[in-house]
């Protein structure tokens, strides 16, 4: 008699978005039991869908079984690891999936096994599935929505042979289908790449071509801030964010991003200037904050409006040298180095594209060539901020605003709305412990010096 096998929690393989038939051949059997397999044939139960979040509407995900894909059953015996290369044979109208696969001869009745979907996810040593760390940092374009993975603990029954289900299968991420569109939410956005960040993480996901659809697997979050950002073939560059984002392994969510353009300023030095900070959306926003040559801030999110921040595991000292990447500050203590490698530039982590931290010379140049007019309560938005008008002929009407946001030292947040501190992509010639800087505040105007590079700064992008 047949069991039915059901798998309810689902996970994301980052894989191609043609699917690949694989292959996992199975280690060297001895000698001893190389005799004819058992085959056998059972039933899966059909995909199942489940709730959307971080979402402005639209349907859920349907997943579904497809005749020809693989499964990896990974048993044991005497010692000896195998897999058997499950393949779905058909699928019924119900959406249930017939598997046929073969075990070793000699393979005792209710041997445990572990089963992955598709086998590619399989480690290679046939233990399990693969971590959740080396799937995500092999996602490198968009994915067919019958494309996930699942994990589940089974029994192979080989005197009556059939496949039972003993437990529930183990889950690592939640699964998105991410569809880009313009802030009007109907607006297509073809994106290469969209750039996701959270909780101290930012995936980039790259597809072959730009496209509007993203099937993505994200760890789970709790009340988190979640950042998208996205790149148009055209080079423009879009972001969106939603605070408070929860969502659980082993789900599939369906989200709807409506994303502004990031708006940008020609001030007659040859850049773009960006019209907002790393980690805003709008210019009055203070957004994120940085220690020189991290990608990510200190805490997992934030609340400035009202001063609250969560830390990270690990980070409770806050912006401190003991939490810092370079504490001993022998990475960037070479001859001859004397600006941040895009490896470690928070522009580029975060937005993509060609944006990056300006130099401290593109700082001076915005400094010498400029009007810097401090504004109280930047267009009744209560932030407080530097207005930077260019004198350069042709360019006299384009402007930026800066917000006063304040610097991180340790676990304190000081002088936010009266004092802005911006990140330069250079070290000081004669301190690798310290990078350049601009501040501004409305008594003592604007100006360049230098700051320990643990110190959280605000970061405003060029390209």
């Known amino acids: 008699m047949k069991k039915v096998f059901g798998i309810a929690a689902l996970l994301l393989a980052f894989v191609a978005c043609n699917k690949v038939e694989t292959e996992i051949a199975p280690v060297e059997r001895p000698s001893e039991i190389k005799a004819e397999g058992i085959t056998i044939t059972a039933t899966l139960a059909p995909k199942t869908t489940d709730t959307k979040a971080v979402t402005d509407g639209g349907d859920k995900i349907t997943v579904t079984w497809a ?45 445990a096994c572990t089963l992955v979907y598709p086998a590619a996810a399989a480690k290679d040593d046939h233990t399990g599935v693969k971590d959740a760390a080396t799937l995500l940092a092999a996602q490198n374009g968009t994915l067919s929505a019958n494309l996930d ?3 589940g603990e089974g029994a192979i029954q080989t005197t009556t042979p059939d496949l039972d289900v003993t437990t529930q299968p183990a889950a690592q991420f939640a699964i998105f289908k991410f569809s880009v569109r313009g802030s009007d939410g109907t607006t297509v956005i073809s994106a290469s790449p969209l750039i996701i960040c959270t909780g101290g993480w930012h995936y ?33 560059t879009y972001t969106c964010s939603k605070d408070g984002v929860s969502f659980d392994v082993g789900r599939y969510y369906q989200s709807t991003l409506k994303m502004r353009e990031i708006w940008y ?29 991290e ?95 260019s004198n350069i002929i ?70």
């Not at 980039?204 to 950002?229: C, H, K, M």
């Not at 850049?271 to 957004?287: I, Q, R």
């Not at 250079?426 to 990078?435: G, V």
């Open 295 to 389: 990608t990510d801030p200190q805490y997992s999110s934030q609340s400035p409006q009202y001063w609250k921040y969560v830390w990270k595991d690990g980070k409770s000292s806050g912006y401190s040298l003991g939490t810092y990447f370079d504490a001993d500050y022998t990475r960037y203590n070479v001859s001859g180095k004397t600006v941040l490698d895009l490896a470690d530039d928070a522009a580029r982590a975060n937005w993509g594209g060609s944006w990056r931290v300006p130099t401290e010379a593109e700082w001076k140049w915005l400094l010498d060539n400029c009007t810097w007019e401090w504004k109280t309560n930047y267009e009744g938005s209560g932030i407080n901020g530097m207005l930077v008008t």
């Open 204 to 236: 980039t996901i790259t597809p072959a071509s730009a496209t509007d659809e993203f099937y993505v697997a994200l760890p789970a979050v709790s009340g988190q801030r979640v950042i998208f950002n996205a790149t148009d073939g055209s080079n423009n």
């Open 265 to 293: 300023r020609e001030m007659g030095d040859g850049l773009k200037w960006a019209s907002c900070n790393v980690g805003a959306t709008v210019p009055e926003d203070y957004g994120d904050y940085f220690a020189w040559g």
């Open 67 to 111: 005749a020809k894909e693989h499964i990896a059953i990974l048993y044991e015996v005497s010692g000896t690891k195998y897999v058997a290369d499950a393949e779905i044979k058909s699928v019924d109208a119900s959406g249930a999936a017939t598997i046929e696969f073969t075990v070793e001869s000699g393979t005792p009745d209710n041997t």
């Open 394 to 463: 042709g360019y006299s009407s384009n402007s930026i605003f800066l917000p006063a946001a304040g610097e991180w030292n340790s676990s304190s947040l000081y002088d936010k709305d009266s004092y802005g501190d911006y990140w330069s992509s250079s070290l000081k010639e004669d301190s690798s412990a310290s990078a350049s800087m601009v501040y501004f505040d409305e008594v003592y105007k604007e100006g360049q010096w230098y700051h320990s590079r643990y110190y959280g700064l605000s970061i405003r992008p060029v390209r």
């Open 149 to 151: 993975v699942r994990v």
